[in-house]
């Protein structure tokens, strides 16, 4: 009995002597690596209206909104983490529907002091050999109606259609979602399961150049979900639209995957050279798997001018984004403010400018998406 004690207590002593040590060794390396924001902060007020272009909704059918998830997602651990981040739950969703989940998206935006408005994403599914909808195949779908309806409610939000190009009827749903007021179409080919640079599709994506509809793909390795084919995810094939004259916004600089040995984002550095109507966000670049990207985005002069704010919400309010995660870029005090922020828009977008995020980005969607006849594309 006494042996025992005395192993236990020699066993905390050295577990509290290897704490202290590292927790030690952790400051000094912060103190010698410590390197400041990655770019000077750009202070003060914003000068154009906040539009944040990436923003997630969901549903698991509750009220008949048409929406749901897999049996495999909702297997998942990821299920609850991503009901928590939305701020309801199982019992609440039963019982009010999945539209509370666009409610609270709109009080958000509602209580948020810099984010003047978010478009909300729908997301269609996998599309079978008929051009229907493959049910069992689709790990997560939201209806281009529900999320039609569920924002026309609130004047903070507007809406992305998601089309899935293989439906035999792609081309009039397009026509549709430009009728009601969609600002862009929402793609995540990789999950969606199709090829974008399909010669099939150009009829699809002439009709988007003609309504002037800019598409938002998302390119690079995909890792919320429970699967993904990354090869659909390249950005190279997204040459097809953008040879059609669509505008393509590519989701989070193509961040983490990689193609023919070449990592996806250098692939769109080289292509924004090449392309003046080539974009891309900083949505998810402040996520703990992605910490580097954002500096890349910021810095590397090829992403200059074609950057949009995004947040990818609802994920900037998990534990995969902290301020506490940048201790090489902040000082304590600013971080202990920052991660004190309740609102999850106001605490991401005060984290982006403090790491150095320049007022010209936050404010890019409010003029090519809010007013498209006023916007200048660059020349090639
Ligand atoms: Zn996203």
Redo the contacts with the bound molecule.
Sequence with gaps: MKKTQLNRRRWLALGLVLVCFSLLAGLLLRLVLFRGAIREADPGVFLDRIVDI?C?TAGIGAAGSGCFVSDAMRASYKFRVYLESFGTDLATLNAAGDSIVIQRIAERVEASQYVDAAIV?AMDGVINDEGGLDREATEFFVPNEFVLQETDRYPQLFWAASINPKRTDAVERLSWAYANGAKLI?W?PSVQLFDPSDYSFLPFYQKMAELNLPLLS?AGQER?FTHARDEFADPLKLKLALDAGVTVIV??IASTGEHDGERDTDRLAKMMTKYPRLYSEI??LTQINKLAYLSEALLDERFSERLFY?S?YP?INTALVSPWYFSLNLEWKVMNRLAAIENPWDRDIELKQALGVPQEIFGRASRLLMNPEDFQFLEP
């Design positions: 990436h997630h994403l929402k995540l998302h919320s989701a989070h949505s998810s995004g990818d994920l």
